[in-house]
């Protein structure tokens, strides 16, 4: 980064499971975290959205450590910089907005130390952090995104081609994946077992397929944790039946919730994002599409231009 430029990453959120696709998919979707990097003689952290003013503006920022800690993985040390960020991605609403600042936090190190590093070492380093690899993934490589992580190994498959809207239905109150994570059994029994991947198995199959009445019905029968957490999240259900009713084809909890996601046929959402707005007005009704790009990192100059 010269002088008079400024780096941009901007790293979409994202929604993970999709039902039995528990800690394995992640979908990403075209609500933002962004940042504006400029040098600086010190840290400083400037939040474009009020729903930011809540994190540290300086180097104890999240997103400035996972950085710190990336660079030292390298046995680099970052410079410091003003950072500006503005984020249209709720918090505590299971739409990946602690997955994108993992992401930020490499994609900085990254640029500014020139690790040059690859999708897959990103992949690795914020699945080590984040704990799998669903959401992260998503963020940056975009598109649907089926994960695997065993120990050190991470894997992950990328698919571009789902043609869907999506509809995010997130209410005002926060819930905590902490909270979210505890209501779930520490085992399943083999049998148990066994019927929820096969249940995941096919919803990927019927969505490659455009088979997508049997993709909503799977996105149903999940057994992994739904079942747990519709206690917590007593609005599902209601807002299951009324999304159905009105064109969505499947309906899940958004990560660890508290916001549901619909999935629609492409050309279906905004009919039913306006629907669901008017049954529940108490809750903020999100028109989405799938981000097929992922994190992006570039720079402009301080008039605009993008710099080459």
């Known amino acids: 980064m010269s002088e008079g430029e400024m780096l941009i990453i901007k790293v979409p959120g994202s929604s993970a499971n999709l039902g039995p696709g528990f800690d394995s998919i992640g979908l990403a979707l075209n609500v933002y975290l962004t940042l504006e990097v400029e040098g600086a003689d010190h840290w400083e952290v400037v939040p474009l959205s009020e729903h930011l003013n809540v994190f540290p503006n300086d180097e104890t920022n999240y997103i400035i450590q996972i950085a710190m800690k990336t660079a030292e993985t390298y046995n680099q040390k970052l410079p410091s ?42 992949l690795e380093l914020a699945s080590r952090i984040e704990g799998h690899p669903d959401n992260v993934g998503a963020s940056l490589l975009g598109g649907l995104v089926v994960g695997c992580q065993r120990g050190e190994d991470v894997s992950a498959e990328v698919f571009n081609h789902l043609a869907l809207d999506v509809i995010a239905v997130v209410p005002k109150d926060e819930l905590l994946t902490k909270e979210s994570r505890g209501v779930l059994p520490s085992s399943l029994s083999y049998s148990e077992a066994v019927q929820a991947g096969a249940i995941g198995n096919v919803l990927i199959a019927a969505l490659f397929s455009s088979n997508f009445e049997l993709a909503g019905k799977m996105m149903k029968a999940d057994l992994y944790h739904h079942p747990y957490r519709k206690e917590l999240v007593p609005h599902m259900a209601i807002i299951e039946e009324n999304a159905i009713e009105l064109g969505a084809f499947g309906v899940a909890l958004s990560g660890a919730g508290p916001t549901v996601l619909c999935l629609a046929e492409e050309g279906k959402g905004k009919a039913v994002a306006e629907g669901l707005s008017k049954l529940f007005p108490e809750m903020d009704c999100r028109s989405l599409k799938i981000d097929q790009v992922g994190s992006q990192v570039y720079t402009e100059s301080r008039n605009g231009l993008l710099c080459k």
């Open 81 to 122: 910089c003003k950072i500006s960020v503005s984020s249209d991605i709720p918090l505590a609403r299971g739409l990946g907005s602690s997955a994108a600042a993992i992401v930020a936090g490499i994609e900085l190190a990254d640029a500014l130390c020139n690790l040059h590093l690859s999708e897959q070492e990103k």
